[in-house]
């Protein structure tokens, strides 16, 4: 009588075989993320190798990870390619092939890298979103592992959060010394955030640091944003999204800075933030900080006439 294998055998099999499987996956996505592998090598692979982990990839998954697309943006680079969102590497037609290949092509003639920009070009980018979305965190990456990035410091009425460092993280100033900045045109932008603190950007050090070709990052609140825009019209905003709502809310109540009250209010705010998104040129999710820092890094390396201009 042949041998059966037991039913448990062929189950803990088939599951080391599908972790085998995410985990190449994953190899990949992070090889392209890190830009040790282009898509364009990766769409290759697939295409040859039916049976490789390139050829499982979802597509969608595959744009997310080149860098300065993002999950929000690919999917709306498929949609205008007719590609269904679910669909894998392996298994795409031969005119989804060429479309994808043609315009990942174009993108990467069009998109020098930061580099190669930094000697004759500046760009004022703008990071907002709404409470808790952790612009701080993602700010303070960029801050640490790209120092050719210049990080604008914001001025503030409110006291320092554990951790923070005066003139690093904020500059902490009293509501009598803000009165005086704004007095003397030393502000950018200013605005009351949550109806409690203001914030404001001090303008010189920006406009020394553009004037000398260098990019300038600066984190602000969505009343910021709308004026530094209106002030500055070709800086570049892009606006931080949290993975889930269901997530922002843990990452507000986790941090434990704001009493049940503030919370529901910064809540309520962090709502009507939301739904301002599609005024920012560029959408990116910060489900893991270290890929949405860099993901904010490549944006200052597109060209002006690449902008998505989500805004009206």
């Known amino acids: 009588m042949p041998r059966v294998n037991p039913p448990d055998v062929d189950r803990v099999a088939a599951s080391r075989a599908a972790v085998a499987a995410r985990r190449a996956r994953a190899k990949v996505k992070d090889a392209v993320a890190q830009r040790r592998r282009s898509a364009l090598d990766v769409l290759a692979t697939g295409w040859v190798s039916s049976s490789s982990a390139e050829a499982r990839l979802r597509v969608r998954e595959?744009?997310?990870?080149?860098?300065?697309?993002?999950?929000?943006?690919?999917?709306?680079?498929?949609?205008?390619?007719?590609?269904?969102?679910?669909?894998?590497?392996?298994g795409l037609g031969r005119r989804q092939r060429e479309a994808i290949r043609a315009w990942l092509e174009r993108r990467e003639r069009?998109?020098?890298?930061?580099?190669?920009?930094?000697?004759?070009?500046?760009?004022?980018?703008?990071?907002?979103?709404?409470?808790?979305?952790?612009?701080?965190?993602?700010?303070r990456y960029i801050r640490e592992h790209y120092p050719d990035v210049l990080l604008s410091v914001s001025a503030t009425t409110r006291a320092p959060r554990p951790g923070e460092v005066d003139g690093v993280d904020y500059r902490f100033v009293s509501d009598a010394e803000f009165d005086r900045l704004i007095a003397s045109d030393a502000m950018l932008e200013s605005a009351v955030v949550h109806n409690a603190y203001r914030y404001g950007t001090p303008r010189?050090?920006?406009?020394?640091?553009?004037?000398?070709?260098?990019?300038?990052?600066?984190?602000?609140?969505?009343?910021?944003?709308?004026?530094?825009?209106?002030?500055?019209?070709?800086?570049?905003?892009?606006?931080?999204?949290?993975?889930?709502?269901?997530?922002?809310?843990?990452?507000?109540?986790?941090?434990?800075?704001?009493?049940?009250?503030?919370?529901?209010?910064?809540?309520?705010?962090a709502k009507i933030e939301l739904g301002a998104q599609n005024e920012f040129d560029y959408r990116v999710v910060n489900d893991d900080v270290s890929r949405a820092a860099q993901e904010v890094v490549d944006l200052m390396s597109i060209p002006d006439e690449h902008k998505e201009h989500n805004h009206g």
């Open 204 to 269: 010189a050090p920006i406009e020394a640091a553009l004037a000398e070709g260098k990019s300038v990052l600066l984190e602000i609140d969505l009343q910021g944003a709308r004026s530094v825009r209106a002030a500055m019209p070709g800086a570049t905003l892009v606006f931080l999204l949290p993975p889930s709502w269901e997530e922002l809310v843990r990452r507000l109540i986790g941090r434990g800075t704001e009493d049940s009250a503030e919370q529901s209010r910064r809540l309520e705010t």
């Open 110 to 139: 069009h998109i020098p890298p930061i580099h190669a920009l930094r000697a004759d070009h500046s760009r004022l980018v703008v990071l907002a979103g709404p409470t808790a979305v952790g612009k701080g965190a993602v700010s």
């Open 62 to 90: 595959l744009l997310s990870s080149v860098p300065g697309i993002g999950p929000v943006r690919s999917s709306k680079i498929l949609a205008e390619l007719g590609i269904s969102d679910s669909k894998r590497v392996g």
